[in-house]
C-alpha cells in the first residue's frame, strides 16, 4: 500500500490549491484525512472524511478548504480556498486501509504548501 500526494506549491494569500492523494493497491479504504505540520510545530488534523462521504475540518479551516474522495479510484483530495500564511505547511494525506482481514495507518511523503503574504 502506497499513498501519493501532490498538488502543493507557492501560492499567494487569498489564492487555492487542490491537493490530490491517490491509494495504490488492492485493498478496502475506510476513513481518509489531511493534517499539516508548520515549521516547529507539531502535526494537526486539517480534515476528514469517512466511506460513506462523512466530514470533519479543523476550526482554523472550516469555510475554505473541502475534502472530498473518489472511491473508484481510491483517491482523496483537498480542495483549499482562501489560503493565508498561516496555512504553510507540509500536508500530509491519512488512509486507514484493510488489506488481508488487517486494518492499518497509512501515510503519504507530504506534499509543501508555501502561502505567500
Known amino acids: 500500500v502506497q499513498l501519493q500526494a501532490s498538488g502543493g506549491g507557492l501560492v499567494q494569500a487569498g489564492g487555492s490549491l487542490r491537493l490530490s492523494c491517490r491509494v495504490s493497491?488492492?485493498?478496502?479504504?475506510?476513513?481518509m484525512g489531511w493534517y499539516r505540520q508548520a515549521p516547529g510545530k507539531q502535526r494537526e488534523m486539517v480534515a476528514i472524511?469517512?466511506?460513506?462521504?462523512?466530514?470533519n475540518y479543523a476550526d482554523a479551516v472550516k469555510g475554505r478548504f473541502t475534502i472530498s474522495r473518489d472511491n473508484a479510484v481510491q483517491t482523496e483530495y483537498l480542495q483549499m480556498n482562501g489560503l493565508k500564511s498561516e496555512d504553510t505547511a507540509v500536508y500530509y494525506c491519512?488512509?486507514?486501509?484493510?488489506?488481508?482481514?488487517?486494518?492499518?495507518?497509512?501515510w503519504g511523503q507530504g506534499t509543501l504548501v508555501t502561502v505567500s503574504s
Open positions: 472524511i469517512t466511506n460513506s462521504g462523512d466530514t
Open positions: 491519512n488512509a486507514f486501509v484493510t488489506a488481508r482481514g488487517t486494518t492499518n495507518a497509512y
Open positions: 493497491g488492492s485493498i478496502w479504504i475506510s476513513d
